[in-house]
């Protein structure tokens, strides 16, 4: 049985985590405490969690101090930041590092067990977790990297799910306005972006992944039926990871993932 301190602002969100996890009960003991970061260091103290739930909505004082004590005395424990997209840049600088997973409202419970299950390094049974990608995929597998496939065109998505599927969490969004929005939920290891969409370009996706702080980290693989690679190269701002000329090669794409994936 592993030990879960859930923490935030006691409400209707914070008992539907805790109901919700109670379905895992056989192998996670879930206790629950207030934001209050006194509160939360006793608990620490008695229950000694493996993991910490910390779900920040609603909270509006002392995240900072929550954030920083976990950071500067509790190194070992992993904790996942249940937030909102809008405050979550409140607290971004604070959890920039592995010790943090965050999940956005509204996610399921299932999700937040995987993730879970994930940080205690133990198995999920159920094997796949549901998510809308806007495309078919029953579930992703969360020992899996996540790739996002950003194209406009419905055949190669379909192409590419088919080649990627089998070692890969994959999901899709077919314009360069679609992934922005899915890139924060998704948060992939990887994007492999079309160069050349109707409506946002692959160029434009690029540099707006560029210059959001939160995104830029995220490495690119340009699709792109441009054979001339200086062509593509030369307009934009900062070098991409990658370059993959369609019609895609299934073995050059999938070595060319695993290289980039290597660092990451």
Known sequence: MRKILLAGQMGEIVRSISEGLSA???????QICS???????SMEHIVKPELIIYCQIGVEEKDDEFFLWVKESKRHIPVIVITTRDDYLKIAELVDDDQFDVLYRPVSTKV????????????????????D???????????????????????????AKA?????????????????LEQIPKKRPHLILLDYEMGGMSGKETYEAILADEYMRDIPVIFLT????KSKV???LKSIPAGYVL?????????????????FV
């Open 24 to 30: 895992y009960s056989d192998d996670f003991n879930v």
């Open 163 to 179: 080649m990627l599927e089998a070692k890969y969490e994959v999901f899709f969004a077919n314009s360069g306005e679609k992934a």
């Open 233 to 235: 190269y030369g307009v």
């Open 133 to 159: 990608s806007g495309y078919a995929n029953e579930g992703y597998d969360i020992s899996k990297k996540r790739i996002l496939v950003v194209d406009d065109s419905a055949i190669f998505l379909r192409s």
């Open 246 to 262: 369609k019609p895609v090669d299934k073995e050059f794409l999938l070595s060319e993932i695993e290289r980039v994936l290597e």
């Open 35 to 41: 934001e209050d970061i006194e509160l939360i260091k």
């Open 112 to 131: 937040i067990a995987g993730k879970c299950y994930d940080r205690l390094g133990m198995k999920f049974e159920s094997g796949t977790l549901s998510f």
């Open 225 to 228: 039926g441009i054979s001339d």
